[in-house]
């Protein structure tokens, strides 16, 4: 059973709303509201997302735990009940570099910070980070056949040099040209290192002007590679000799 009739309830007490009004503020019959405070039914998901939207708490807290006060003084009474605009809402449009218009975002990125220039693509994530899409064109970040493939989409958040480690793969504007590598340290910069073998990496003095996105997220072209149940139950064995005769 979830919390959601025990919160509506207290949500209720808090606002000074009666049975039939909170029930009319989202089309219900008080009868069915009655029943979700008293235990005997669950809403449907519908109903769930209206309320816990407009009341600016997360789903999983309307459900899972009892909702506080203090996340009730931050209800913002302005927010969409309407499912279509929620779900609408959790996609954001992310500015999108491909091979077409890659030199020219290069060009007028340098001088002006911005993605103006560049069409946008629509992806199911949240948050008003500084985000950039970037179509992948070569194989430079494939070994042993994994990694990142031609065609594939990869989303990078802006990041300062500083705020970067090792090993981290980013999308880096390398003086003409967008590129995609992992990032590395050494004395007198950075280092950009390609996954594929006998490629020598591109060294950025730190004096450089170069920018960072940290790719976060990785859309596939292709259907992925799993480890099957065997190579699982192998591993597993593997390790437990491991430890049998460590001991």
Same mark, same amino acid.
């Given at each position: 059973?979830?919390?959601?009739?025990?919160?509506?309830?207290?949500?209720?007490?808090?606002?000074?709303?009666?049975?039939? #009004?909170?029930?009319?503020?989202?089309?219900?019959?008080?009868?069915?509201?009655?029943?979700?405070?008293?235990?005997?039914?669950? /809403?449907?998901?519908?109903?769930?997302?209206?309320?816990?939207?407009?009341?600016?708490?997360?789903?999983?807290?309307?459900?899972?735990?009892?909702?506080?006060?203090? !996340?009730?003084?931050?209800?913002?009474?302005?927010?969409?009940? $309407?499912?279509? !605009?929620?779900?609408?809402? +959790?996609?954001?449009?992310?500015?999108?570099?491909? +091979?077409?218009?890659?030199?020219?975002?290069?060009?007028?990125?340098?001088?002006?910070?911005?993605?103006?220039?560049?069409?946008?693509?629509?992806? /199911?994530?949240?948050?008003?980070?500084?985000?950039?899409?970037?179509?992948?064109?070569?194989?430079?970040?494939?070994?042993?056949?994994?990694?990142?493939?031609?065609?594939?989409?990869?989303?990078?958040?802006?990041?300062?040099?500083? #705020?970067?480690?090792?090993?981290?793969?980013?999308?880096?504007?390398? $003086?003409?040209?967008?590129?995609?590598?992992?990032? #590395?340290?050494?004395?007198?910069?950075?280092?950009?290192?390609?996954?594929?073998?006998?490629? /020598?990496?591109?060294?950025?003095?730190?004096?450089?002007?170069?920018?960072?996105?940290?790719?976060?997220?990785?859309?596939?072209?292709?259907? /992925?590679?799993?480890?099957?149940?065997?190579?699982?139950?192998?591993?597993?064995?593997?390790?437990?000799?491991?430890?049998?005769? +460590?001991?």
């Amino acid at each position: 059973m979830s919390f959601f009739g025990k919160n509506i309830k207290k949500i209720r007490a808090i606002k000074g709303l009666s049975q039939q #009004a909170f029930a009319e503020l989202f089309s219900l019959k008080r009868a069915t509201l009655g029943a979700y405070e008293e235990g005997r039914s669950e /809403p449907k998901i519908d109903t769930i997302i209206k309320v816990a939207n407009y009341f600016s708490i997360s789903i999983d807290d309307f459900l899972t735990k009892e909702v506080t006060v203090n !996340q009730l003084l931050r209800f913002n009474g302005g927010i969409t009940t $309407d499912i279509n !605009q929620i779900v609408k809402a +959790s996609f954001k449009e992310i500015p999108f570099v491909n +091979s077409l218009n890659s030199k020219l975002f290069a060009d007028n990125f340098k001088m002006s910070q911005s993605y103006s220039s560049l069409p946008t693509i629509r992806v /199911p994530m949240e948050g008003n980070l500084d985000f950039l899409a970037f179509m992948v064109k070569d194989l430079f970040m494939v070994s042993d056949e994994e990694g990142l493939f031609p065609n594939d989409v990869v989303i990078g958040e802006s990041r300062a040099s500083d #705020a970067l480690v090792e090993g981290d793969v980013v999308i880096a504007l390398v $003086d003409d040209a967008l590129l995609i590598r992992r990032y #590395a340290v050494s004395n007198t910069g950075c280092e950009l290192l390609k996954d594929h073998t006998h490629i /020598p990496s591109i060294h950025i003095p730190f004096e450089a002007a170069t920018h960072f996105w940290k790719v976060s997220f990785v859309f596939l072209k292709r259907y /992925p590679k799993f480890t099957s149940k065997l190579a699982v139950k192998i591993n597993e064995l593997d390790t437990k000799l491991t430890q049998l005769l +460590s001991k």
